[in-house]
């Protein structure tokens, strides 16, 4: 099918500057902005709206479907998966034309999910992210004694050669990349966050096995010293990162590392967290976050770090997706913000061909219903009229 989105100014997920359409698509990529719209079988008229490339959630869970790390993993797979076809769509209605899934996802998903089975984002997965014991990915507490070896969203590896064999499984079984959990966390129940995770031995084994296979490993780490840790032992991409100090930016600038923050979830569960299940220890980690997570941008941004955007959003609070880019805004300004959720994530991802609007990508488009640039809302107010199309065909018409 050919299709034509006519009145519409647009942004190429870069410029500062948008430029006027149409924009024209066949068979699910674009063949050109502007121009003349006569032959298309279909037209969508922006009425003054604006495209933009289909937003990135570079820090996505499908199956995060609690803010309880235990009662996630003693889920039921089918039920995990069937409620993260929910979510995965409503992320798409929003917007969200591709997510990256960095504690989750296996090759069923992403199998139902390429067949049309469940529509749902671009996915790309890094099945069960790594945790040493006691770290943040293992959902035991103090007092639990049940097995943590091996879980949906998380699985405890401890040892070089542990490490190797896991990293290996999951690029056997489609991982976009692997997720290591090197410092602590706010929903972990038994680790300090600020503590490193994970030897610089087994941090590297990761690195030197994703790097041979083309791909790469994202941390989950906020203080300066597990930042650090992971940077230098070649991770590429630093998430979360609040409590980065100003030489910390220095050295993930100078490793070419990129930052995802999630300022979305932190400001999600400190209004949100207590009634909805969040344990008193993870409020209390939370507040120590959340403030610092505008700073860390700020710092990364001097520093000339790639700035990306995720959402890190688990249980009810998903409907909590499209004010991240509100507290990215407010912090970073919204041609950085549009960039980070677009191009810039499409960089980290490897796929330059998503995140942005030209001609031979794929047609995966967000039209919303006026002007970032001059109404910033109309990127994360609901009722605003919004129009998402994804490889050329629009969401639910």
Known sequence: MSLAIINAMVFDGESADLVDGPVLVEDGRIVAVGGRADAA????????????????????????????????????????????????????????TTVRDVAGGDPGLARAIAEGTIRAPRYLYTGAALSQT????????????????????????????????????????GAHAIKMMTSGGVMSLADPIRVPQYSAEEIRAAADEARRRGSYVAAHAYSPEAIRHSVENGVRSIEHGNLMDAPTAALMAEHGAYLVPTLATYDAMARRGADVGLAPVGLEKNREVLAAGAEAIELARAAGVPIGFGTDLMGDLEDEQLQGLRLQV????????????????????????????QAGCPADLLIVDGDPFTEPSVLWDAPTRRTVVQAGVPVGG
Do not use: K, Q, W
């Open 41 to 96: 079988e279909r037209v969508v008229d922006a009425r003054g709206g604006t495209v933009l490339p289909g937003l990135i959630d570079a820090h996505c869970h499908a199956y995060g479907i609690s803010l309880d790390m235990l009662s996630i993993e003693g889920s039921p797979l089918s039920y995990l998966a069937l409620t993260g076809a929910r979510r995965l769509r409503a992320a798409l209605e929003r917007g969200f």
């Open 330 to 357: 407010e912090v970073d300004g919204v041609l950085n913000t549009l960039r980070s959720a677009t191009s810039v994530n499409a960089d980290l991802l490897g796929r330059p061909d998503l995140g942005r609007v």
């Open 134 to 173: 006691g770290g943040h990915g293992d959902p035991r507490g103090v007092d639990n004694d049940v097995c943590g070896c091996h879980g949906h969203t998380s699985e405890v590896v401890d040892g070089v050669d542990a490490v190797r064999t896991a990293v290996r499984d999951r690029f056997r079984r």
